[in-house]
């Protein structure tokens, strides 16, 4: 079993939808868990850390279940600029920061 | 504010040629830094971290090397390039992020082909 599992897509959406992205990780000592945008080519951009009580950055709103070992993103009134790839990453240790990334889920979001 | 920075953008290398990327970051002091590789399809792998000067730890057994001649310089490094070893590398820094949760943040990389 992977240590991040995604889905990998592709999700095509249109313009204005919600969209939703779940991952799970095997590991239930993970410490820590993030979000982070890849465009094609690109380096990961860190689009958001995800809180034990779940937090919202603007149309993004991100989960974390410990006792299932999921989170999921969750983006609203999509925008075509929202096309990417997006990867789940754990950290599993508490003292060196060890991020563990998925493969990622690719997003396209269409006119 | 903090910027990281990576050279050379792009690298076409023979098999059984030396490598040497760089990676620097400015705007901070002592930072815990990271390479990774992308291979074409799959997730980033953690290859080296390094969390001062002269200090640096392996993920992997492979082909690569890494060194901290400075605290805010992280250089990747192999002797002989395997095919295995074409990639997109990437670089890193880690920050507490306001959460208090340390936060990673990636330099533009350098896409390895090897030849």
């Known amino acids: 079993r992977k240590e991040v599992e995604q889905d990998p897509g592709p999700f095509n959406v249109p313009e204005g939808a919600t969209v939703a992205f779940n991952c799970t990780y095997s590991n239930s000592a993970s410490q820590s868990f993030f979000w982070y945008r890849q465009d094609c080519r690109k380096e990961p951009k860190l689009l958001m850390s995800?809180?034990?009580s779940g937090n919202e950055d603007g149309r993004f709103t991100a989960q974390l279940n410990r006792a299932s070992q999921y989170i999921s993103l969750l983006i609203r009134d999509s925008k075509l600029s929202d096309s990417a790839t997006y990867l789940c990453v754990v950290n599993q240790l508490t003292g060196f920061q060890k991020l563990v990334f998925g493969t990622g889920t690719r997003l396209l979001v269409s006119p | 504010s903090q910027t990281i920075h990576q050279w050379p953008a792009t690298l076409v290398q023979p098999v059984g040629s030396p490598l040497s990327l760089e990676c620097t970051v400015e705007?901070?002091?002592?930072?815990?830094l990271y390479w990774y590789r992308q291979a074409a399809g799959r997730g980033l792998q953690l290859l080296f971290y390094?969390?001062?000067?002269?200090?640096i730890s392996s993920e992997v057994p492979q082909n690569l090397s890494a060194s901290r001649p400075q605290d805010r310089q992280f250089i990747l490094s192999s002797k002989k390039l395997l095919l295995s070893d074409s990639g997109f590398y990437l670089c890193?820094?880690?920050?507490?992020?306001?959460?208090?949760?340390?936060?990673?943040?990636f330099g533009p990389g350098t896409r390895l082909t090897v030849t």
């Open positions: 890193a820094w880690s920050v507490r992020g306001t959460g208090g949760i340390y936060e990673q943040y």
């Open positions: 995800v809180y034990s």
């Open positions: 705007g901070t002091s002592n930072p815990n």
């Open positions: 390094s969390v001062g000067i002269g200090q």
